[in-house]
């Protein structure tokens, strides 16, 4: 009897979620029970995206934020072909097309494209729009690609983005941001520091707006303002102007806003967005939506032998319903959903290739917390965080509770909405170890302290220990004998004047000797405010 | 007037003490006093100082005992005991196989009792089934330290040298606690404000960093393993790493560094609740010139992911460069007091004397050799101890146990099931020198002598053999368990000889290690005698050895491996509003069970009873005010315990010692899920709720301080 022929896995996409996915699956590669070929556009290893800025700017090197070794995948048996794209999927032969000609056939499918940088619309911008029927006329050039951009404008998305941003930094250069989302913002504040001059162009009042309420995004502002960097609030962008270079090339001038300001600088870095990389779902006629639609088990909604999953999967429960009817929802944009997704469904085929049963329900995610990467700065935020403290009921529905601190001269906010005692959204700016303790509460959807203010007391100094003076008499002097102040102090009264002696009576010092000072200390205030005690009686 | 100098009977720091006559009158025979050492310095901790109190008027068992049809227990005589347990246990391998008999040991017994209890187990009972506490305490670090460097020794070098440290990082491990003497070698790191203490409780030892001695990380209950990931990505991204190390003396850092780019510190943040600041500073610190030493203890191995936890701390310190210098290192605090000689001498269920593997030929070979019998008769590997006491009286388990230097019921994870487990065996046989509370289960119960009667060995937490001395006369009716094992074996008519010396019993382990990895077999009672510093390996012609790294790491190819660990969920999260996480530890005045502890009165009467230490927010939630008795909840079981509030423990976390009796006990709360490599249990994060039990019994001092 032959072994079943190993069940063929096709992987499009060899970004930081493609790559933990092929990770996961390796076992059953190894085991002969499935053949996986993963297709990457980029060439070389697969890297942590959300790095690149720190890329770029000399924080960390190439060799750091590379997440799996090709090599080594392919001496476990995996077909990784790099630097290639998949121009088409044919759902009838059950193959995918590759640019180089090549046809690689699958049982399974799982596309992993990711996301590009959203370009807006600008005049002096070109962009393409990955429609149908766009798609159909330009054919297989726009899989898989991005536009070209005008020289002096960049995203930041690859290590070729990278490249062209460092030089910039290194250079202090002028570089006008355009976006004041997170992403916009980390790169903002880490060109900043590494000495670039940096404006950043945003639309409206504040930065961050879907992530924070003005509260928040007022303190950012002030905290933002006072590391250099310039913020144009307001500031619809219409276009940019270039400028002839003495070899005839021409390059970004100035972005040009609605209301008439020019903003000079050497490189326009754009921060808007991001959309799910769905050409190729597009053209195989795959339902698509803010990405590929999926159900919760990431399988397509349209043809069950296709996954999703990371930036380019569209979660959404499919009951039925085949409509046209917008769907809502989107990507949630983060690598840690799309790890998840990974993980689950490379165990899912496990299960299946093994005959096991895959009891573990798929990653089931709560709102995602948007923090702003950046040194000696931070803002952090998650879920519905609109709610005021004084709102009033709706109908049946209660308002959620609303703790707020608000403390703007010193850059410190903080807003918690619950109920039940459970975040149901936090804003968090100015205040590291609040922060860090809220997105540990709201990630594991663990309950508050009742005493709110507990939480901003993790941002106060350390108490003061009165570490000149005698503790009280309760106070534990000795820790390795538990031996108090009081005790220490009634031993000296009977008579025990040295370090020495009040070892002998009561322990206090005769563990590590950590204490002997702060013995000292004791006698020494007894002395000075009783003299001397009266001598130790001595027995024969 | 004749002095004994000795070591103290609790845990692995050893302190050195004198004993001697005490003056007429004493309640206590003798008076203990510390006796000056580089590991103690004449220091002693409240256990140690108040010692010898045991040695006076006590409950001591002091003749065999037999449970009677009433549940009681009567006296007989040592004879009538033996036969009656040598009988059993023949009844039992004719009716069941050899493997229905198990021992299980303790990481306090000394290094001969315990190499003789692991020949007794394969000799005498031909069984696999042996297996010890330690594996509560120490495998997953033992496991770790193995896959790394190839040899396992808590601290690879002698204690004396954290004194010049700048920076000291101590993961799980409250030794300002469990070994206080200790502390004066962290002096140096805390002057120069190095001191980082990582624990989710603000414990005695986190306390130590502050005044700007330090620092203290409270990351929340189970997330030890991502911290140290987002340590080790700081470093590799911030390039604090040691290269020429790395390229010379690891192998491995490729696919570690790979293993890390994922742990970003914000991501790191958003599991431990460690700000992202206090993450970087500590990255930078541990990278700071000036000596730098990582410390792990029961904290970061008591989990499911306990020896990749180990793993990531060694891996930190490999990249650091820290091991096999003469002024950095990474080191596991040892817990028992023999819990590094305990580990290494035979009574883990898969090893042999010296630290060798059971299922090594060459290993069976060298070890039959010395024991004079066929290797053939050795049997292979058995099951570790918390799947050894499940298969208690059950189909193809245990159904005769021998209990040595261990209190399960106690201090064994899911308690209840254990003891469930207990009255299911058909015989149990208990040596200890009180009733412990495991003792109260048994069918037959043998008096044993206590640390300041005996002559042995003990190995502490440097790898460095110290000699336990005699000082006392027995208890007329109590005996050495080397006299027991060798009566036994007698009556077994078991192959190998089983000497009462043991001076004797040192010298044939010394043989039977010869050539392992641990070593001993340049080294007897003689020698030790003249208090050489013996650090082991010590073979013949050596001096020891006090650095093991400087040279090599003990892997073929004298290398460390970088092996990447993988975060996976943790498998108890709080899920339901008002659930807590229970983590577990020690007390100053208690040594693991308290079976010892508990009966000195001046210990008992400052820790009398179950205190739960939660935060005074969490308290009054649940309307609990301090010095009120709750209920302590899980699906596991119930514990009685009285409400101490302190600001220094998170929220959403309790904190339970273990070492108290009945409904008292921690342990009955526990999970007995284990780590898959070291097959330690998850002792650090069960899932609780607390409720008033209503009957308010307020302490004195709290009701007079209003």
Same mark, same amino acid.
């Given at each position: 009897m032959h072994p079943p022929r190993p069940v063929r896995v096709v992987l499009v996409g060899f970004g930081p979620v493609g790559a933990r996915f092929a990770e996961e699956l390796l076992p059953e590669v190894v085991a002969g029970r499935v053949d996986l070929t993963v297709v990457g556009a980029e060439s070389g290893d697969p890297y942590n995206r959300v790095l690149v800025a720190e890329l770029a700017v000399g924080l960390t090197e190439k060799d750091d934020i590379v997440l799996a070794d090709s090599d080594e995948l392919r001496g476990s048996g995996v077909d990784v072909r790099t630097g290639v794209r998949v121009v088409a999927i044919d759902r009838e032969a059950r193959t995918v097309l590759l640019d180089d000609g090549t046809d690689v056939e699958y049982d399974r499918l799982v596309l992993a494209t990711g996301a590009r940088a959203n370009i807006p619309t600008l005049s002096g911008v070109a962009r393409t729009i990955r429609d149908s029927s766009t798609l159909g006329r330009l054919g297989h050039a726009a899989i898989g690609t991005d536009d070209a951009l005008p020289t002096g404008v960049t995203v930041v998305r690859d290590l070729a983005d990278a490249e062209t941003i460092g030089r910039a930094v290194a250079a202090k250069q002028h570089i006008v941001v355009l976006g004041a989302g997170v992403l916009g913002l980390e790169f903002a504040l880490l060109a900043a520091r590494h000495g670039a001059t940096v404006s950043v162009v945003h639309t409206g009042a504040f930065p961050m707006p879907r992530n924070l309420d003005r509260g928040g995004g007022s303190v950012l502002s002030r905290a933002l303002r006072a590391r250099g960097i310039t913020l144009l609030a307001h500031s619809p962008a219409e276009g940019i102007a270039v400028h002839t270079e003495d070899d005839g090339t021409t390059r970004f001038d100035a972005l040009y806003t609605a209301d008439g300001k020019h903003i000079h600088g050497d490189l326009l870095v754009l921060s808007c967005g991001v959309g799910a990389r769905a050409e190729l779902a597009v053209t195989a006629g795959l339902r698509t939506e803010a990405g590929i639609v999926v159900d919760r088990d990431l399988r397509s909604w349209t043809d069950s032998r296709i996954y999703a999953i990371g930036d380019c999967a569209h979660i959404v429960e499919n009951d039925g319903q085949t409509d046209t009817a917008r769907l809502g929802g989107a990507p949630a944009g983060l690598i840690g959903p799309g790890w998840r997704q990974a993980e689950w469904l490379a165990a899912r085929f496990a299960a299946d290739v093994t005959g096991t049963e895959h009891s573990d329900a798929p990653p089931a995610e709560r709102a995602s917390v948007v923090m702003l990467k950046g040194e000696g700065i931070d803002a952090v935020s998650a879920g519905a965080i609109s709610a005021e403290p004084w709102d009033p009921r709706i109908g049946d529905v209660e308002p959620p509770n609303v703790a707020l601190w608000a403390d703007p001269e010193h850059g410190r906010y903080v807003k918690m909405v619950t109920r039940d005692g459970v975040l149901e959204g936090f804003v968090s700016v100015g205040m590291p170890r609040a922060s860090a303790e809220l997105t540990m509460l709201f990630e594991r959807g663990g309950e508050l302290p009742s005493d709110r203010s507990l939480l901003l007391r /993790?941002?106060?100094?350390?108490?003061? &220990?009165?570490?000149?003076t005698p503790a009280g008499p309760e106070a534990i002097i000795c820790t390795c004998n538990a031996v108090t102040a009081g005790t220490i102090s009634d031993a000296w009264h009977a008579g025990n004047t040295t370090v020495a002696c009040i070892g002998k009576a009561t322990r206090a010092g005769t563990g590590c000797g950590g204490c002997k000072d702060r013995i000292e200390r004791i006698i020494a205030d007894r002395e000075a405010t009783l003299g001397t005690p009266p001598a130790l009686e001595v027995t024969a | 007037m004749t002095e004994t100098a000795t070591h103290c009977p609790y845990c692995a720091f050893q302190c050195a003490m004198t004993l001697s006559p005490a003056p007429a009158g004493s309640p206590e025979p003798l008076t203990v006093d510390g006796r000056d050492f580089p590991t103690n310095r004449g220091g002693l901790c409240k256990k140690g100082w108040t010692s010898g109190a045991l040695l006076g008027e006590t409950d001591r068992l002091t003749a065999p005992l037999f449970r009677t049809a009433d549940g009681g227990f009567e006296e007989v005589e040592w004879d009538v005991a033996l036969d009656r347990i040598a009988e059993a246990v023949r009844q039992s391998r004719e009716e069941h196989g050899p493997d229905s008999v198990g021992i299980f040991g303790g990481g306090g017994l000394t290094n001969e009792k315990a190499y003789q209890l692991g020949k007794f187990a394969r000799l005498a009972l031909g069984t696999s089934r042996i297996d010890y506490n330690g594996r509560f305490c120490m495998s997953s670090a033992a496991a770790a330290a193995n896959r790394s460097f190839g040899v396992d020794r808590g601290l690879p070098f002698p204690v004396e040298d954290l004194d010049a440290a700048t920076t000291v990082l101590i993961l799980g491990s409250n030794m300002a606690d469990t070994m206080p003497p200790f502390l004066s070698h962290l002096q140096g790191a805390r002057a120069a404000g190095g001191l980082i203490v990582v624990d989710p409780r603000r414990s005695s030892t986190a306390r130590l960093t502050d005044d700007g001695a330090g620092l203290h990380l409270q990351p929340a209950p189970g997330t030890d393993l991502e911290l140290l990931l987002g340590l080790l990505h700081i470093v590799i991204a911030e390039r604090l790493v040691d290269e020429t190390f790395i390229a010379e003396r690891t192998t491995g850092y490729a696919a570690l560094r790979r293993s890390v780019a994922a742990w970003w510190p914000e991501r790191v943040q958003s599991v431990t609740g460690v700000p992202t600041d206090l993450l970087r500073r500590v990255a930078r610190r541990l990278a700071s010139r000036g000596g730098t030493y990582i410390l792990t203890g029961r904290g970061v191995e008591q989990h499911v992911n306990g020896t990749d936890t180990a793993t990531a701390a060694i891996n930190l310190a490999l990249v650091l460069g820290l091991p096999g210098s003469t002024d950095s290192g990474y080191g596991t605090m040892t817990g028992q007091g023999n819990g590094q000689g305990g580990r290494e001498h035979g009574q883990k269920c898969d090893q042999l004397p010296g630290?060798?593997?059971? &299922?090594d030929p060459a290993a069976r070979e060298h070890v039959a050799r010395v024991w004079g019998v066929d290797p053939a008769i050795i049997p292979g590997p058995g099951l570790p101890a918390v799947e050894m006491l499940a298969s /208690?009286?059950?189909?193809?388990? &245990?159904r005769t146990l021998f209990v040595h230097g261990a209190n399960v019921v106690i201090s064994a994870p899911n308690a209840g099931e254990v003891r469930d487990a207990l009255t299911r065996l058909d015989l149990l046989v208990v040596s200890d020198f009180f009733l412990s509370e495991t003792a109260r289960y048994a069918d037959i119960v043998l008096p044993v002598l206590q640390w300041a009667e005996e002559e042995g060995t003990m190995t502490n937490l440097e790898g460095r053999v110290v000699r336990r001395r005699k000082a006392i006369d027995p208890p007329a009716g109590a005996r050495s368990e080397l006299w027991i094992l060798a009566e036994l074996a007698r009556r077994l008519e078991a192959p190998g000889r089983y000497d009462l010396d043991p001076a004797l019993v040192f010298d044939e382990l010394a043989r039977a290690s010869e050539g392992g990895i641990a070593d001993y077999s340049g080294l007897s009672h003689e020698l030790l005698d003249t208090e050489v510093a013996a650090y082991w390996p010590f073979p013949v012609g050596s001096t020891g050895t006090p650095r093991l790294f400087l040279d090599r790491f003990g892997h073929a190819d004298g290398r460390a491996r970088l092996v990447p660990v993988r975060a996976t969920a943790h498998p108890e999260r709080p899920t339901e509003p008002g659930q807590l996480t229970l983590i577990t530890g020690r007390l100053l005045e208690h040594y693991q069970s308290g079976s010892q502890t508990r009966r000195v009165a001046e210990l008992a009467d400052s820790q009398p009873e179950l205190r739960a230490e939660i935060h005074p927010t969490t308290a009054r939630d649940r309307g609990l005010a301090d010095g009120e008795l709750i209920t302590v909840e899980n699906h596991r079981g119930t514990v009685v315990a009285r409400v101490t509030t302190s600001t220094?423990?998170?929220?959403?976390t309790i904190f339970l010692p273990f070492h108290f009796a009945d409904d008292a006990s921690a342990n009955l709360l526990t999970s007995d899920a284990t780590d898959p490599i070291s097959a330690m249990p998850e002792f650090k994060t069960a899932i609780v709720t607390v409720h008033a039990i209503g009957a308010v019994a307020p302490l004195e001092t709290v009701g007079a301080s209003v």
């Open positions: /993790l941002d106060a100094p350390d108490e003061p &220990v009165a570490s000149g | 630290y060798r593997k059971i &299922v /208690l009286g059950r189909e193809g388990g &245990v220094g423990i998170r929220p959403e």
